[in-house]
Nanobody
């Protein structure tokens, strides 16, 4: 089995910073891309940032220049450093990963439970 567990969410004032972590555990042969999505109240889930196994990254336009995604392959962990936070960043942030559990298996798409980020004065 594979599990993704997020941490690091919380309440922060506008202009503040938070770092989110997502650790993958279980039977993992290869961890491919990992990413962060968010679901804001009354809005559709959107992609925030992704990072490939080759460390190529992509970001939503709304967070470029403020957020940084990175990964530690040895720890099977992905991070999201969030700076200059705005109230509109308030959302549940969910970790997503494409993972091969066995050498000949098809990759599976896994989701964490999410962590709440609230930006408010």
């Amino acid at each position: 089995q594979v599990q993704l567990v997020e941490s690091g969410g919380g309440l922060v004032q506008p202009g503040g910073s938070l770092t989110l972590s997502c650790a993958a555990s279980g039977r993992i042969f290869r961890l491919n891309h990992m990413g962060w999505y968010r679901q804001a109240p009354g809005k559709q889930r959107e992609l925030v940032a992704i990072i490939s196994s080759g460390d190529n990254t992509d970001y939503a336009d709304s967070v470029k220049g403020r957020f940084t995604i990175s990964r530690d392959s040895a720890k099977n962990t992905v991070y999201l450093q969030m700076n200059s936070l705005k109230p509109e960043d308030t959302a549940v942030y969910l970790c997503n990963a494409l993972i091969k559990s066995l050498p000949l298996s098809a990759p599976g798409n896994y989701w964490g439970r999410g962590t709440q980020v609230t930006v408010s004065s």
